[in-house]
């Protein structure tokens, strides 16, 4: 009962497919009856038109021409009318202005109506008969406004086609005309119609059979397609119960990849690239749990440092301190150092947010040279009695923003001011173009002979607060987020940065940027 109850849920795939194929089997039954349907009514109605030519040419289209005058078409209009109605037609003769001068229609066991001859009864120029026979009803004949006929009389050619116009019985009757006299400047019209009613009922019968054999089609078609997507969707059914049976303890359990259906057997495939994901997840969310701790523990004790310093200086000069001028600035300057330091420790902090949340920048092309060049005398106050030698190459246009640029090599020198030594430093920033695969790449290298970098921590010096150092004091201070930013603003100028070092010998930052022919 469940499982009967999950087939026919609308929620389910196999519901969806069915009710789609099921619409796309009926927009298809609808196009073709819809062409079968047109294709038909105009084979009839055109069938119908060429019966009514037929009977413009018992008139004799030659004789029409000749007769010129309205007392002609007068005169006229009984042979035209005998020669030219048939059973259920009716003819009428049409003046110059507009007015129907004589007609008739014959129907099956019905003699005349309106028109003229023996036995028939008559219209404007004849006679009524004097005994009529009980009869069907007459067909009657189509009348359009007197402006309606004169606007046909001017029309240009012979008057060839056909209209469908309804009668005094809301009955719908087709109808063609033909001039009489000069085609240019006719003395009056002749119209002759039949009933539209056996093409609408012959219309109608086709519909009506087609509606029959669609809706057996459409229940034929919905048990096979069932059927054929029940089986279809197997597979599908097979990976479901067996992605329900996994949990955290069963991470190691697959699904069958070689079903015979390729659409099954790439979900299969993904849905085990993603078990191995998983699986791998879980084995590194104790570290990223102990990642996250360390940073947190950092960060409060990097904060807590110049808050404590601030709070400490507070209390000696709420104590009486101030009082003294050299204590007072002692107390003072030491503040202003511990706030700027805290400023440019929230400061940094912020910055790696912006970066992490990839807010746009502004880049331009930009020349390395010209960058380095203007922040060099900055690096030279930084460097105190270390040599910076420079060795930068021409033309070395890359999409940059300018300020983050400066920004990554200011940091990358004191990170090697602090590793170097005070007299014998040296730090070498040199520029190159290197061609990978089809791309340019400007190489920027960023050299120092100081104390090196052991290899177990070389993967970890870009995360935030790492240092080298076991222990929290260092000479020049710092919080271990210079490299993160230099990382963060690599990777959003899309390009890579990477670390060779030696201990005892130095350290050497190369960075890869898209080079701009």
Known sequence: MKKLKSSLNTNSLQWKLLSRFFLILMLLLVIMEAYQYMTLKQYLYNSKEQVLDARFHNAGIPNLQQIQTPEAVIE?????????????????????????????????????????????????IGVPAPHPIPIPLPLPIPQLSQNDYIKLLHQHGTLEGYRLIRDENKNLQIVAWRKIGDLNSPSGLIQISISAKPVQDLLFHQLYIFIGASILVLIIGSIVGGTVFKYTLKPLHNVTNTVAKIDVEQLNMRLPSETGQLEIDRLSSAFNTMLERIETSFEKEQYIKEKMRQFISDASHELRTPLTSIHGFVEVLLRGAAKNENQLNLALNSILIESERLTKLVNDLLFLVKLEKKVPVEMDVEDIENIIEEVYPQLQILASDRKIDLQLENNLLINANRNQIKQVIFNLVQNAVHHTDEKNGVITISTNSIKIGSDNFAVLKIKDNGTGIPKEHLNEIFDRFFRSETHRSRKHGGYGLGLSIVKSIIDAHNGRIEVNSELGKGTVFTIYLTQIS
Do not use: C, L, Q
């Open 76 to 124: 006229s209009a009984s042979s035209i009318i005998e020669k030219m109605v048939d059973v259920n037609m009716s003819v009428a003769i049409i003046d110059r202005n507009g007015n129907r001068i004589a007609g008739t229609s014959k129907v099956e066991n019905f003699k005349g109506h309106g028109g003229i001859g023996p036995n028939e009864g008559t219209d404007e």
